[in-house]
């Protein structure tokens, strides 16, 4: 038996085996096979070569971006009168507070009687500020519990009807972005390399006429998005630029290029109107001549501009080109294959 094992062996090491082809006359399974020859076909050269291009090595963008507003606007309101407002204060009138013991608003937990009703040091985070642990005349018929707070407190009024710097839809942006596909050694601006100065102080964004200046009107932007600007800045929102820096650099390097679309990204369904709109505080610091320390606390309704940048670049590579070339060939072996075996059963005429 050993030796019939080695002898078997030594056959089969140095036999080669071949399928055995046979030509079937038949149109039907000639039209068949040929069919699902094109569609296999048709399936890697137009959706995996063209379509997905499977033939190219793909990287992730890395960018960079920075933003500077240019625009000045004018006010005449009578709690501040006639005002110039440049890039420094695009924002809602202050008020003006300093850090003092104030009795709180009253509601049902600052109430008091007496002292003994105010917890010297506590601190309600939902509160206006640290209970001193006296109790104060807050009117002629109500005590609260006196806090140490930032006085006078915030009284947050109704919005007016109309967002106060009207004319901020034409205050226009520059956006500079900076994109790299470290794989490929790629690097490329939104600023295009033969833009100068000049010209960048007098284009603006226009999607037929203009479409590679990187200045865009902020009105124009948000109209895209299908919104109005007036009614968007009063309780204010959350406006994305998208920018799309798709890019195939088997084509020279100016085919690859931004594209900019525009949509808003904050929630306005009617249903969902608890906290609507954008807005923030803030503090600028002060100190009196008698060495107080004060502050001017802005609460600022505004449109916030979040600027997205996204993409994928592709260059052909030997590797993904062999493997999806390999896999149509195996496609096609396959269908042989079946139809061999769907023969073997079939007897034609």
């Not at 960079?64 to 809602?92: E, H, M, Q």
């Not at 506590?122 to 209970?131: A, F």
């Not at 018929?141 to 967002?163: M, Q, R």
């Not at 299908?226 to 204010?236: H, K």
Request: charged share 20%; net charge neutral; hydrophobic share 35%.
């Amino acid at each position: 038996m050993g030796g019939c094992s080695s002898q078997s062996c030594h056959h089969c090491f140095f036999e080669y085996e071949t399928e055995r082809m046979i030509v079937v006359k038949s149109k039907v399974v000639g039209s068949v096979f040929r069919l699902i020859q094109f569609l296999i076909l048709f399936y890697v050269i137009g959706y995996v070569c063209v379509v997905q291009k499977s033939y190219q090595e793909t990287d992730s963008v890395v960018s960079s971006v920075t933003t500077k507003v240019k625009g000045t606007g004018f006010t005449n309101t009578s709690d501040l009168g006639a005002r110039v407002w440049d890039v420094a204060d695009y924002n809602i009138p202050p008020q003006v507070e300093w850090w003092k013991k104030y009795p709180v608003l009253p509601n049902q937990s600052t109430i008091c009687m007496s002292d003994s009703d105010c917890l010297e040091g506590s601190n309600d985070v939902r509160g206006n500020g640290i209970q001193t642990g006296l109790c104060m005349n807050y009117s002629e018929t109500v005590k609260t519990c006196e806090v140490l707070s930032w006085c006078p407190l915030e009284i947050d009024i109704n919005l007016p009807e109309h967002a106060l710097l009207v004319a901020a839809e034409d205050f226009t942006v520059l956006i500079k972005n900076s994109v790299t596909y470290p794989k490929f050694n790629f690097h490329k601006r939104n600023i295009l390399p033969d833009v100068n100065s000049s010209y960048l102080k007098q284009c603006e964004f226009n999607r037929k006429t203009d479409p590679d200046c990187p200045i865009f009107r902020l009105k124009d932007m948000v109209s895209e998005a299908e919104e109005d600007f007036q009614t968007m800045a009063i309780r204010g929102g959350v406006l994305g630029i998208m920018i799309d820096w798709n890019c195939d650099l088997d084509w020279p390097e100016h085919y690859c290029g931004p594209k900019y679309s525009f949509r808003r990204l904050d929630n306005k369904i009617p249903e969902n109107n608890v906290a609507p709109g954008y807005n923030f505080r803030f503090a600028k610091y002060y100190k009196t001549t008698d060495g107080r320390e004060t502050r001017t606390l802005i609460k600022a309704y505004g449109i916030r501009f979040d600027v997205i940048v996204f993409g994928t670049a592709g260059k052909f590579n030997m590797v993904p080109t062999i493997v999806n070339v390999g896999a149509a060939l195996t496609f096609l072996s396959l269908v042989s294959s079946v139809k061999w075996s769907h023969l073997q059963n079939t007897h034609y005429l």
